[in-house]
């Protein structure tokens, strides 16, 4: 157990729907990632934030956004659903901006775009 | 030009041997960090063990070692003696800048099969 989790496991639904993947990062991370895995694109970065604010951003479609909370959890948001969306969404957390900076990975959220 | 290439899409090694999965990488900065990746069949990702681009020595972690080339840009991971569980895909990453300045993003192979025959 990573200590990151994320919500819900898996989600199906259909095109042109909105959905919203939760992730809590590891206790006393600052920094929240969000990657995808799909079969044809492998894992891409799609966007990370540090203590609130946005740091990096990958290659995140405009359909989709994110946030992170005071709390530190994060929240991301994927509207105008396509059947290309259909992917394995992975939330990460990391220390500070010190160190080597490895990543641990939630368990993931499936989507299915129906 | 990929940034990370893993050329082996699947490997089949007998239970006990050690297995040597391959990772080569192409960065011009001078600083970065090479991470493992293991993803059983469960879907979840699990962190195996980091290489800095200044760390003068091989890291280790336990059954995991990452044979470490800078000149060649080879980032290696040897598993020793291996076990039925160690069966999954192997992701190898990067990691381009100096950690605090917004390059904390991995970019990841494409990954590599093993599986391990009793």
């Known amino acids: 157990d990573s200590g990151v989790t994320q919500t819900p496991k898996h989600l199906i639904t259909a095109t042109g729907q909105r959905v919203t993947l939760r992730c809590s990062p590891r206790?006393?991370?600052?920094?929240v990632y969000w990657y995808q895995q799909s079969l044809d694109q492998g894992l891409q970065f799609l966007i990370q934030?540090?203590?609130?604010?946005?740091?990096a951003k990958g290659n995140i479609l405009e359909r989709f956004s994110a946030q992170q909370f005071p709390d530190l959890h994060s929240e991301l948001n994927l509207s105008s659903l396509e059947l290309g969306d259909s992917a394995l969404y992975f939330c990460?957390?990391?220390?500070?901006?010190?160190?080597?900076?490895?990543?641990?990975f939630g368990p993931g959220t499936r989507l299915t775009v129906t | 030009a990929q940034k990370i290439t893993q050329t082996q899409p699947g490997m089949f090694v007998q239970e006990k041997e050690a297995v040597t999965l391959d990772c080569t990488y192409d960065t011009s900065d001078p600083s970065y960090g090479l991470f493992w990746y293991k993803q059983p069949s469960s879907g979840e990702m699990i962190f195996l063990i980091y290489?800095?681009?200044?760390?003068?020595q091989n890291a280790t972690e336990g059954r995991y070692s990452l044979n470490f080339q800078k000149a060649r840009k080879s980032a290696n991971l040897v598993i020793s003696a291996s076990q039925l569980g160690d069966s999954a895909m192997y992701f190898c990453?990067?990691?381009?800048?100096?950690?605090?300045?917004?390059?904390?993003?991995?970019?990841f192979g494409t990954g590599t099969r093993l599986t391990i025959i009793p």
């Open positions: 934030y540090y203590n609130g604010e946005e740091r």
């Open positions: 990460a957390s990391s220390v500070g901006t010190s160190g080597s900076g490895e990543q641990y």
């Open positions: 290489q800095g681009s200044y760390d003068q």
């Open positions: 206790s006393g991370d600052l920094s």
């Open positions: 990453a990067m990691r381009e800048g100096r950690r605090g300045f917004g390059n904390e993003k991995l970019t």
